[in-house]
């Protein structure tokens, strides 16, 4: 299983960002997938997540409005479109295969993910 996260970068406060996965080495349109981050000195925290097929989506209570995750099963790709951003969506983006299609009231844990991408820095200046 590879995870190849792409597409961060800097960006000013109030930009967008749309961040790619690409996917290899299993059947991605079995699994769900999910974005997370990692700010310095916190804990990676739950983003987002989308099942199978793209039919289901969750995210975290904080960020729902400016994020979009989407997928495109034909392409092996996971999409996270981030709008508004502000110098607190500062982190390390990672996406993440989940143990499964179909997303549960657990998906926003770390624990439900079994492969994880190597992430991308998205820098957001005030």
């Known amino acids: 299983v590879q995870l190849q996260a792409s597409g961060g970068g800097l960006v000013q406060a109030g930009g967008s960002l749309r961040l790619s996965c690409a996917a290899s080495g299993f059947t991605f349109s079995s699994y769900a997938m999910g974005w997370f981050r990692q700010a310095p000195g916190k804990e990676r925290e739950f983003v987002a997540a989308?099942?199978?097929?793209?039919?289901?989506?969750a995210y975290a209570d904080s960020l729902k409005g400016r994020f979009t995750i989407s997928r495109d099963n034909a392409k092996n790709t996971l999409y996270l479109q981030m709008n508004s951003l502000n110098p607190e969506d500062t982190a390390v983006y990672y996406c993440?295969?989940?143990?499964?299609?179909?997303?549960?009231?657990?998906?926003?844990?770390?624990?439900?993910?079994?492969?994880w991408g190597q992430g991308t820095q998205v820098t957001v200046s005030s």
């Open positions: 993440a295969q989940r143990r499964g299609g179909f997303l549960r009231q657990s998906s926003s844990r770390l624990a439900e993910y079994a492969y």
């Open positions: 989308i099942n199978w097929d793209g039919g289901s989506t």
